[in-house]
């Protein structure tokens, strides 16, 4: 009946070596963590951290920087209208915010036209805005965007063509649709599309707050903290389960002793 208590104790002191080693590995990378970018937070002025800025995609998305979709790229006779989660550009120029996702664009002698399906904006070719039109100015929601052959604008309104003889104070249905050259997207040059999506995350974030998130956990999200947290209850954890390994190891050295 003895022998039934010591396989008891022996079950449970391997548990406990398990758990402890288990614990162990997790709590060394935190408190490595920790200690690393501690030791570095505390040397922020020499190292300069604060004057390093990081941008990478990476980095975009744990801080939320990176746009939901893609952006969109019309080209515009030399140049390009680009949209970005609302944001919109002429060239690497910034001429538009909250703007909803352009159906096209075109160049219109001294000005360029932007639409939207509720929506016709006018440009300069230095980006000025010059007039918006709304619904209750247009014909009716606009589908795509485009030109004829003489270059004047026209609207496809769900399939039915209109274009203004008036510079847009009205609306004639036209009858030919054959003589329509749409806007399309295509794709930007590297310049335009690095500089687009520059201007939307900023300078990037610096590496000060980058390492001073990794410090705390935040860099992880709103549960960050509670995982460091997870660091200093481990390292309590393993100092209960070794002192409870030193006390069952001095008792089975006295036992062996006798």
Known sequence: MAQQPQNNRNGRQKTIRRWHR???YVSLLLVMILSITGLILNRTEKLGLDQITIQNKVISALYGLAPDAPAVHFPLDGHWVSWLDGRLYYDNKLIAQNSPRPRGAIQLQEIFAVAATDRLSLYLMD???????????????????GHSKDHHLIIDSQGTY??????????TRREDPTDFTPSEQAPAPAP??????????????SLYKIILDLHSGHIFGAYGPYLMDLA??????????GLMKRRQNGKNKRRNEK
């Open 192 to 205: 335009i599309v690095e500089a687009v999506l520059r201007d939307y995350q900023g300078q990037g974030i």
């Open 22 to 24: 288990r614990v162990g």
């Open 162 to 171: 209109y274009n203004s003889p008036d510079d847009f104070l009205s609306w």
């Open 127 to 145: 980006g000025s805005l010059v007039e918006t039109l709304d619904q209750a100015a247009l014909p009716g929601p606009i589908t795509r965007l």
């Open 232 to 241: 200093a209850i481990s390292l309590i954890f393993l100092g209960i389960t």
